[in-house]
């Protein structure tokens, strides 16, 4: 008797492949040319996460929302010569070669064989499927959701569309903030597999009730939905 089949709802960015590093890496390089222009170091990471917080309830996410906040700092500093270097930075992160995180190549054709998978990703239509072309990976996904943000209305709205059973359903990701806690509000099952880098917007607390799965790496989902 075969079992009931499971959805697995999965994140993308620095869940399947490396992303947050690019962003980290255009980051400090962009604090460290303003600080050759007298910038403070701490000032300038405080005014580039102030910029994006307030952005990106208007841009969404992505590499042109942040490159957006550096030219608007870079002008808030009085520095508009980095105009080209953002722009050339921009281009760097869009076409990014795709790494995907360890485990990923095996394990994700094993879920694929006894589950029904959707890639749930927040970002522009046009760079995150990109990226899932490039990784090879489109063609063990059933459906890819690309949306503005990931609240738990999001998350309701997907059970709506698929018809989602709750409890054979699961959203997996390295964000508590938009993986877990919204998921976790929509009624679904929650497995958690944390990252080094993630980055400081997606950090928040979520409840240890012994509900979220926490993994160490992608390969231990083989264990659970193999
Ligand atoms: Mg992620």
Redesign the pocket.
């Known amino acids: 008797m075969n079992p009931e089949p499971r959805t697995l709802l999965i994140?993308a960015?620095?869940?399947l492949w490396e992303n947050n590093v690019y962003f980290d890496r255009v980051t400090n390089e962009f604090v460290a040319k303003l600080a050759t222009r007298g910038v403070r170091a701490d000032l300038a990471h405080e005014t580039l996460w102030q910029t994006e917080q307030r952005n990106i309830k208007i841009t969404g996410y992505g590499s042109a929302a942040f490159c957006a906040s550096l030219h608007e700092v870079a002008r808030a500093f009085g520095v508009g010569d980095l105009e080209p270097w953002i722009a050339e930075k921009e281009h760097f992160i869009y076409h990014h070669p795709i790494e995907l995180m360890p485990g990923v190549r095996e394990t994700l054709p094993l879920l694929h064989s006894k589950n029904h998978l959707i890639m749930v990703t927040k970002g522009r239509e046009d760079e995150q499927l990109g990226k899932l072309n490039r990784s090879g990976l489109a063609p063990l996904f059933h459906a890819t959701e690309i949306v503005f943000e990931k609240s738990a209305a999001t998350y309701r709205a997907l059970i709506r569309k698929y018809s989602l059973p709750v409890e054979r359903t699961w959203m997996i990701?390295?964000?508590p903030r938009s993986?877990i806690n919204p998921a976790k509000a929509a009624g679904l099952g929650t497995v958690f597999i944390p990252y080094h880098t993630t980055w400081q917007h997606e950090i928040e607390e979520f409840a240890q009730d012994g509900k979220t799965l926490m993994l160490e790496s992608f390969a231990d989902l083989a264990r659970h939905f193999g």
């Open positions: 994140d960015d620095d869940t990701g390295n964000s993986d």
